[in-house]
């Protein structure tokens, strides 16, 4: 069931051309940061300031660029047509009566999308590594807290900062798929799940709301960030993960409660 839930979504044009153009941002960022060089006296975002000088910070940088709203916006996108989708082209039933549970259903699509999640930012970081490597230096990287490390561990930062990015996205994940169950729409539950993202955004911005930031999706997306130093800081990164847990079990147990009572007629 979920080999064959894994391979429908990677085998969708729409999808591999989203990641297609996952690809192609970190290809930009390298060419504009080659062309106009980084920022001057430190400024910008974390990572930036350090582009020209080691491979390795570029996809980092292009993580965190796009992790605010270009990833969760393609996971959206997956995770909104998960049961929308097959109840529009009129495959759900089927689908529900092959697999004999509606929760293993659930599950397989849940999981599915969680996996473009990792594969999203997979791509990014694994073009920006390329991409680095082809346009800066890519010797021994000093990590942001200012130590030296070698070339190995600035990749595995990568592939860990990657991993983290993409398991930050779990609740976007779970948010799209209870909403896919909700609507026969894949384009009004993708919009409903990236309303509610930036909904999240926006309040986190707010200081008087600052409370309650702690249970809001998108709080520690960025902490990825921190494995970038020495040592790596996890507490944020822990945070993350407890929070994209947080959102998985409520919103998969609202996807699990809406979609076992759902009649599913076509």
Not at 98 to 103: E, I, L
Not at 234 to 247: N, R
């Given at each position: 069931m979920f080999a064959d839930e894994l391979a429908r979504v990677f085998r969708r044009p729409r999808n591999l051309v989203i990641l297609v153009l996952l690809g192609l941002l970190p290809l930009v960022l390298g060419v504009v940061v080659k062309v106009a060089g980084s920022p001057r006296n430190g400024g910008g975002p974390p990572l930036f300031a350090q582009i020209t000088q080691n491979a390795v910070f570029l996809p980092a940088a292009a993580l965190a660029t796009m992790g605010a709203l270009v990833l969760p916006l393609a996971v959206a996108i997956v995770a909104g047509d998960a049961v929308a989708g097959d109840a529009a082209n009129g495959s759900l039933r089927y689908l529900v009566l092959?697999?004999?549970?509606?929760?293993r259903v659930l599950v397989a699509k849940a999981t599915a999308g969680l996996v473009f999640a990792l594969a999203a930012a997979g791509v990014v970081a694994l073009v920006g590594l390329v991409v680095g490597a082809a346009l800066f230096?890519?010797?021994?990287?000093?990590?942001?807290?200012?130590?030296?490390v070698s070339l190995a561990r600035g990749v595995a930062d990568v592939v860990v900062s990657a991993l983290v990015a993409g398991a930050s996205l779990v609740g976007v994940v779970a948010v799209g798929v209870a909403l896919s169950t909700m609507t026969a729409s894949s384009l009004t539950a993708t919009a409903l799940t990236l309303a509610i993202v930036i909904?999240?955004?926006?309040?986190?911005?707010?200081?008087?709301?600052?409370g309650v930031r702690p249970v809001l999706v998108s709080t520690y997306w960025g902490a990825f960030v921190n494995v970038f130093r020495s040592p790596a800081?996890?507490?944020?990164?822990?945070?993350?993960?407890?929070?994209?847990?947080?959102?998985?079990?409520?919103?998969?147990?609202l996807a699990v409660s809406n979609f076992s009572q759902r009649d599913i007629v076509t």
């Open positions: 092959a697999a004999g549970s509606r929760t230096p890519h010797g021994r990287p000093v990590t942001l807290s200012g130590q030296e909904a999240t955004e926006v309040v986190g911005a707010v200081p008087q709301l600052a800081y996890l507490t944020p990164i822990v945070k993350d993960l407890l929070e994209q847990a947080g959102w998985l079990v409520v919103w998969g147990t």
